[in-house]
């Protein structure tokens, strides 16, 4: 099913031309009207002219959140004060937060991206779509509201909290869509089997629309068998105006929106641009963006390009499910390991679910590393011996298959945080 089928199946050559035109009018606008954008092409000493193919994209410096944070709250904004109709804020962890400004036209495209997203997972316009992601500063709660609204299907703005009343209303309305954060749902589970409640016995929910965090294979096969749904990854952030993108049916990966952005993948360290199928930082230009125009902006999300077209039909591109961000990845007495790879090797074990923890502290001048996991119920015995083996094989298996000895903590059933939003699952005591 698609919503936009013009635009989405666009012959592979049309779409480079014109994502060549959109972004050669941008280039131009904002050396012409943008004083940030026009001193950074200077001082890379590029011009407008230079850009005479797609492939040019190369030759226009990256833009990275420090860009974003120094121009705090508006000095990267191209339209005037007056024009702006909403304001989202991205709080990050570290610094000022970053302000993204939208007129109408960016809040109809955005809109638009989330009208696609839906439909190419087959939400239709006879679903009833429960939000339960933050509304407010957030961009996930408005986002997906607007875009379930678009495609006429009914919306219950539950936002995040209150989780209990969040399950008798998913029962009340019959809701059959939910669209939160993966720890959110599976949260959303525990609270219902408590309440003596079974998704599929008495509810209608058979879709989820999960992401704002990285989340892996494992994870989605918990939460499908756990609740007799399908899941489907959703991504975006907000620099970019907020969720955006989804894997369509096929599953194979994120769809980038070709006429909305141009992506690339570069080397994180050198910069170098890299080929389809090499895992590298996700670079997003946004080409028809008029309030917070973005080009080149290096988002730290790890990931790579897919070569070969989707059976779906879409010519857009597709990138691999985010793995991380560059800045999340942990390095372990020299070896990199990202928590979801941690995720990933855990939930290979049946007798745990997906809350977890990571913890990392420097004993004696070398890293230790300790994952904190809980054990289902169900996997408790009598026995001690059974839980030392449980324990045994996950930490064989991270051996096995990251290269570096963690330490497993296994807690009991409901120990550990549970969360509404965005999971905090690592404290890294080092000190560097
Ligand atoms: O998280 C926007 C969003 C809302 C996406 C609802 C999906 C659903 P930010 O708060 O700016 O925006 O955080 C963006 O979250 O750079 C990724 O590191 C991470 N992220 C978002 N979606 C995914 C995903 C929203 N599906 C940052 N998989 C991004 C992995 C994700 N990481």
């Not at 994209?57 to 339209?79: C, Q, V």
Request: charged residues 25%; proline residues 5%; contains cysteine.
């Amino acid at each position: 099913m698609f919503w936009n089928p013009d635009a989405e199946c666009k012959p592979i050559e049309d779409l480079r031309k014109a994502q060549y035109r959109s972004l050669k009018t941008l280039v131009m606008r904002l050396y012409e009207f943008n004083d940030f954008y026009h001193d950074k092409m200077k001082a890379a000493g590029v011009r407008p002219d230079d850009i005479t193919c797609l492939k040019d994209i190369s030759k226009l410096p990256f833009m990275t959140k420090s860009d974003l944070r120094d121009n705090y709250p508006t000095k990267m904004f191209s339209i005037p004060p007056k024009d702006v109709v909403r304001y989202h804020v991205s709080s990050g962890t570290t610094g000022k937060p970053t302000l993204v400004g939208y007129n109408r036209h960016d809040l109809d495209y955005w809109t638009e991206s989330l009208a696609r997203a839906m439909t190419s997972v087959g939400i239709t316009s006879d679903d009833t779509v429960q939000v339960s992601y933050g509304y407010g500063l957030f961009t996930g709660g408005l986002g997906l509201h607007y875009g379930a609204e678009r495609i006429g299907a009914s919306v219950l703005p539950s936002s995040t909290g209150n989780t209990e009343r969040q399950i008798e209303l998913m029962m009340d309305l019959g809701v059959t869509v939910i669209a939160c954060t993966p720890s959110y749902l599976i949260h959303m589970g525990d609270v219902a089997a408590r309440m003596g409640i079974d998704f599929r016995r008495d509810t209608l929910l058979r879709k989820a629309l999960l992401g704002a965090e990285p989340w892996t294979e494992g994870m989605r096969s918990q939460i499908e068998n756990g609740l007799g749904i399908n899941a489907y990854d959703i991504y975006g952030t907000s620099e970019l105006a907020g969720p955006m993108f989804t894997e369509c049916t096929e599953r194979k990966g994120l769809h980038i929106w070709g006429d909305m952005a141009y992506i690339e993948v570069v080397d994180p360290e050198t910069h170098e641009v890299l080929g389809p199928g090499q895992k590298g930082e996700l670079v997003i230009s946004m080409l028809n963006k008029e309030t917070f125009p973005l080009v080149r902006y290096m988002i730290k999300d790890v990931t790579t390009i897919f070569d070969e077209e989707c059976a779906c039909g879409r010519t857009s591109p597709r990138i691999e499910r985010i793995s991380g961000r560059t800045d999340d990845m942990l390095i372990i007495r020299g070896i990199n390991v990202f928590p979801s790879q941690v995720e990933h090797v855990l939930l290979k074990c049946p007798s745990v679910n997906g809350h977890y923890q990571i913890i990392v502290d420097r004993v004696n001048s070398l890293d230790v590393m300790t994952l904190q996991a809980e054990i289902n119920p169900e996997a408790f015995s009598d026995k001690m011996e059974d839980v030392v083996a449980i324990k045994n094989r996950i930490e064989s298996d991270m051996r096995k298959y990251l290269n570096v000895s963690v330490k497993v903590e296994l807690k009991e059933y409901g120990s550990l945080p549970r969360f509404e939003g965005k999971s905090r699952r690592v404290t890294d005591r080092r000190k560097f």
